[in-house]
């Protein structure tokens, strides 16, 4: 290939894969998972601090990143806090672990690494969940740039801060350390069959490992200790493995995330599942097992690949806690891996690469068909298997009509506010406008004086004399019906009413 056409190939990625992750990034509502990290990241541009929760909430690093992006982007805490900002975090980070196959196209040729890149870029679940912030997307592109350091010729304990800003990201980090290492030794052993030499081993890579898990240990207790300041953050950090709490409802089948990413399935006319990319990630691997298939290099670099990929997916199944972005890094992995399906062949023997080729444009069409449809048209639809669970897209007309509804009655201000129930997020992102805002479990004494309420417990008839019922979408399965006073709702209707006297 021209150096002109490979230049034009990967710019054409790239773009690609930017249009699909920063197109109308604060179209979609809100998922209770980032509307409760937006809260976070709020908390530590107010108080400039952060203290880890290790029974449920995950590590600083999105949140220290999401404050600097919202800061600069001129929100100063909660209440005028945008979206936009914190969802282009993850998505840049999706940006560039599409990029990643960029810096190992010296070790593995052009053809392949743009088909990973492509994969990479047309994704559907990594598209998606490039589009949202939770720290998955900043979990993968962490790993890719420790496994393409330590890969490496040189510096490869400097995989060690990739490693440290993984467990400052999310604990679950050990279990792709423990895929990693598991993933190579099988290839070791099978590559010295059976007779390992530890003495050699330590030579080529043992002094660079202990080097890297110190880095990895100092990066990731800095930040949970904001930069040695509160110790606590350190052993809370190794506790949350022992006290973690889940939330209820997650509980899956052994075999859930391999139904979810590979098995087309039919939800209400339309299918989904990355059946094509996990196929062209198999023939890859048999690839692999063939001699003169592909070079040594990328050999092994696919048997890796593949085996992390397994074991990833082996830890998560084993685990009864399940939920799609859970696949993200694991599914990197195997796109990665199905871009070696165009590796270049023995000498003499061209067509296979060609058609290899072509076939990988047409799996990429097929990815990127569906990606419109989870990422845009169905972002927020129960029938996406990655809207888990779906936001109502009613949420997005909240705020306005609230406002509408407090301009109608004039000066008098829609407050206080209640929210009754529980399992309530996202619903406190679209009332950070508002100064008083309380949550109950249950309703309070004087409930049927407060001018907005939003019930999730089916208050009834002790509301009906005081105020209106408006049904209201919060998330998929999950409906909410707000109680308007009715002084502002006479108001509001009033307000709302056509004006006759203009047809006269």
């Keep these: ?92 980070a999706g940006l560039l672990l599409v990029a990643l196959p960029l ?39 962490f790993g890719g740039l420790a ?11 400097l995989a060690g801060l990739w490693v440290g800003l993984m467990f400052a990201t999310k604990s679950t980090f050990a279990f792709s350390v423990i895929a990693w290492t ?5 290839i070791y052993l099978v590559e010295t069959r059976g007779r390992p030499d530890f003495r050699s081993l330590w030579r080529v890579c043992g002094r660079d490992a202990l080097v890297a898990g110190v880095i990895a240990l100092v990066v990731g ?82 048997r890796f690949l593949a085996l992390s990929a397994l074991f990833h997916w082996l830890i998560y199944s084993l685990i009864s806690y399940k939920t799609p972005w859970l696949m993200v890094l694991p599914w990197a992995h195997v796109a990665v891996l199905a871009g070696f399906v165009v590796c270049q062949p023995a000498p003499g023997r061209r067509w296979p690469q060609a058609v290899a080729a072509v076939l990988v444009l047409a799996a990429a069409g097929m990815q990127y068909s569906q990606t419109s ?42 407050e206080p506010v209640a929210v009754i129930g529980q399992d309530y997020w996202p619903l406190p992102w679209y009332l950070r406008s508002h100064k008083q805002v309380g949550y109950w479990p249950g309703p309070p004494e004087d409930v049927d004086r407060m001018p907005l309420v939003f019930d999730l417990v089916g208050l009834g008839q002790e509301m009906m004399e005081t105020h209106m019922p408006i049904p209201r979408g919060l998330r998929d399965g999950l409906p909410i019906i707000v109680w308007v006073r009715n002084d502002f709702w006479d108001a509001f209707v009033k307000a709302s009413a056509p004006d006759d006297s203009s047809n006269d």
Excluded: C
């Excluded at 496994?147 to 490869?156: D, E, H, I, K, S």
């Design 1 to 92: 290939m021209k150096p002109a056409i490979i230049v034009t190939a990967w710019v054409l990625v790239l773009a690609l894969a930017a249009a699909l992750r920063f197109q109308d990034l604060d179209s979609r509502p809100l998922h209770a998972d980032e509307a409760t990290g937006a809260r976070i990241t709020a908390r530590m541009m107010e108080t400039d601090e952060h203290r880890f929760d290790p029974t449920h909430y995950h590590g600083p690093t999105l949140g220290l990143i999401g404050a600097m992006a919202a800061t600069a982007a001129g929100a100063e805490g909660w209440r005028d806090l945008e979206i936009g900002p914190l969802r282009a975090v993850t998505a840049a």
């Design 103 to 141: 810096f190992a196209r010296r070790r593995f040729g052009d053809m392949p690494m743009l088909a990973a890149a492509l994969f990479l870029a047309t994704s559907p679940i990594l598209v998606y969940f490039s589009r949202m912030y939770i720290h998955e997307m900043l979990l993968a592109v």
């Design 147 to 157: 496994l393409w350091q330590a890969t490496g010729v040189r510096l490869r304990w």
């Design 182 to 186: 598991g993933a190579a030794a099988v």
């Design 221 to 302: 207790f800095a930040f949970y200790t904001q930069g040695f300041r509160y110790w606590q953050g350190a052993v809370d950090a190794v506790r949350t493995y022992f006290i973690y709490e889940t939330v209820e409802g997650h509980d899956k089948s052994f075999g859930w995330h391999a139904h979810l990413m590979l098995w087309p399935e039919l939800r209400r006319g339309f299918r989904w599942g990355e059946t094509v990319l996990g196929l062209a990630a198999l023939a890859a691997l048999v690839m692999s097992l063939r001699s003169r298939a592909m070079p040594r290099g990328a050999a092994l670099a696919a």
């Design 373 to 414: 449809r989870s990422s845009f048209r169905f972002a927020s639809d129960s029938r996406n298997p990655y809207a888990y669970p779906a936001s109502s897209s009613d949420l997005n007309r909240l705020e306005a009509w609230l406002a509408n509804i407090e301009k109608a009655a004039g000066s008098t201000p829609l």
